[in-house]
T-cell receptor
Framework: EAAVTQSPRNKVAVTGGKVTLSCNQT?????MYWYRQDTGHGLRLIHYSYGAGSTEKGDIPDGYKASRPSQENFSLILELATPSQTSVYFC?????????????FGEGSKLTVL | GQQVQQSPASLVLQEGENAELQCNFS?????MQWFYQRPGGSLVSLFY???GTKQSGRLTSTTVIKERRSSLHISSSQTTDSGTYLCAMDPGTGGYKVVFGSGTRLLVSP
């Protein structure tokens, strides 16, 4: 069974602080994704990666950085967190563009920036 | 750009009624996937359906690539079916991005 694990599941941060959200997948997928989900906006793609060492900008990358140090791990970094980044963040892995495009999602990380 | 139109935006059913959820795509697609999300929960894959019809219990997914549409049929709805249903397409243009619909919020009342 495909598995994507996120940490932390809940995080409260202060404005201007640094936040790192981590994602680990055991699917051996090349592609990994970070989304945020907000009421009224649905799922929006922040950054994605198609392999270790690569990161690509998604649709809303401003204020976020990403890091893919290995096949299994993909992190989302908020260097200077702002209240507008309060949201639920989802990590996903998949073989999109390959033989199968099926996505597997993590449990989500709820971030509150005060 | 690539777009996915999902309908209806919301739906209220009495337990036992059937539902038909639709997704229409503005471009060709390589594959599509249906997800279920309980409030406050994660996205659970229901179907990965490049084309044709797939069934799992009371759920049936049908994708017609030439017509650029996909549907999710829920038969004999139950209160536990309540939640949001999302479709997502892989446009197959050589990139790695998936395009999501805006979701259908389903409420099944007893």
């Amino acid at each position: 069974e495909a598995a994507v694990t996120q940490s932390p599941r809940n995080k409260v941060a202060v404005t201007g602080g640094k936040v790192t959200l981590s994602c680990n997948q055991t699917n051996n997928h090349n592609n990994m994704y970070w989304y945020r989900q907000d009421t009224g906006h649905g799922l929006r793609l922040i950054h994605y990666s198609y392999g270790a060492g690569s990161t690509e900008k998604g649709d809303i990358p401003d204020g976020y950085k990403a890091s893919r140090p290995s096949q299994e791990n993909f992190s989302l970094i908020l260097e200077l967190a702002t209240p507008s980044q309060t949201s639920v963040y989802f990590c996903a892995s998949g073989d999109v563009g390959g033989h199968t495009g099926q996505l597997y999602f993590g449990e989500g990380s709820k971030l509150t920036v005060l | 750009g690539q777009q996915v139109q999902q309908s209806p935006a919301s739906l209220v059913l009495q337990e036992g009624e059937n539902a038909e959820l639709q997704c229409n795509f503005s471009t060709s697609l390589n594959s599509m996937q249906w997800f279920y999300q309980r409030p406050g929960g994660s996205l659970v894959s229901l179907f990965y359906n490049p084309s044709g019809t797939k069934q799992s219990g009371r759920l049936t997914s049908t994708t017609v690539i030439k017509e650029r549409r996909s549907s999710l049929h829920i038969s004999s709805s139950q209160t536990t079916d309540s939640g949001t249903y999302l479709c997502a397409m892989d446009p197959g243009t050589g990139g790695y991005k998936v395009v999501f619909g805006s979701g259908t919020r389903l409420l099944v009342s007893p």
